[in-house]
Nanobody
């Protein structure tokens, strides 16, 4: 079992930045692929970005490319999501997800473990 805890969400003006963190309960987190998903009210959960266990491979949704950066600190069992140039449409609950594999997938079903989410609200 892996427990994931997201933090760093909040209210920010459009154009601003936030950094989300996802802390894992297990040291073997370094062997997990980790993804970030988001869900806005009335919408389905959507893929944002993911990183493989070594950190050598990443994937981003087109909507966030060039603005968001995912990184991993295996020593701290933590994955970060740096979000810059935030837009109103980035408003959502952001979820961290992990899977004990080295395969990046954009599908929520590809991840066994989920955090409870952190709210990100972008205002005009």
């Amino acid at each position: 079992q892996v427990q994931l805890l997201e933090s760093g969400g909040g209210l920010v003006q459009a154009g601003g930045s936030l950094r989300l963190s996802c802390a894992a309960s297990r040291r073997t987190f370094s062997r997990y692929v980790v993804g970030w998903f988001r869900q806005a009210p009335g919408k389905e959960r959507e893929f944002v970005t993911a990183i493989n266990w070594s950190g050598g491979s990443t994937s981003y949704a087109d909507s966030v490319k060039g603005r968001f950066t995912i990184s991993k600190d295996n020593a701290k069992n933590t994955v970060f999501l740096q979000m810059n140039s935030l837009k109103l449409e980035d408003t959502a609950v952001y979820y961290c997800a992990a899977d004990p594999s080295d395969v990046i997938t954009t599908l929520p079903a590809g991840y066994d473990y989920w955090g409870r989410g952190t709210q990100v609200t972008v205002s005009s």
